[in-house]
């Protein structure tokens, strides 16, 4: 299984990005599959999860200004984000769960056994 991300990059504050989680070895409509980030010096956090039946749980951080979705097609799981803060910086990582978890159980990191590279995402002030 392997999980990529990518689509990080420089932003100005109030911009948008939108992050990929291309999957290989799993398919996405069938896994849940989450972003956590992490910041210089901070533990990772949950951002949002996608699970297999489309559901999506989002960390209060985020809310309204972060949206999942999934393209069964591509196998890709997408995070778009806009209305980018300072504290958003962060290293971005993709993450898959294959057992079955209730949503907001699945904002905990250790639910997941597969995890991507992760993308750098900084926004500038």
């Known amino acids: 299984v392997q999980l990529q991300a990518s689509g990080g990059g420089l932003v100005q504050v109030g911009g948008s990005l939108r992050l990929s989680c291309a999957a290989s070895?799993?398919?996405?409509?069938?896994?849940?599959v989450g972003w956590f980030r992490q910041a210089p010096g901070k533990e990772r956090e949950f951002v949002v999860v996608?699970?297999?039946?489309?559901?999506?749980y989002y960390a209060d951080s985020v809310k309204g200004r972060f949206t999942i979705s999934r393209d069964n097609a591509r196998n890709t799981v997408y995070l778009q984000m806009n209305s980018l803060k300072p504290e958003d910086t962060a290293v971005y990582y993709c993450?898959?769960?294959?057992?079955?978890?209730?949503?907001?159980?699945?904002?905990?990191?250790?639910?997941?056994?597969?995890w991507g590279q992760g993308t750098q995402v900084t926004v500038s002030s």
């Open positions: 993450a898959a769960a294959s057992r079955n978890y209730a949503l907001s159980y699945l904002s905990e990191s250790s639910r997941y056994n597969y």
């Open positions: 070895g799993l398919t996405t409509r069938n896994t849940n």
């Open positions: 996608i699970s297999r039946v489309g559901s999506a």
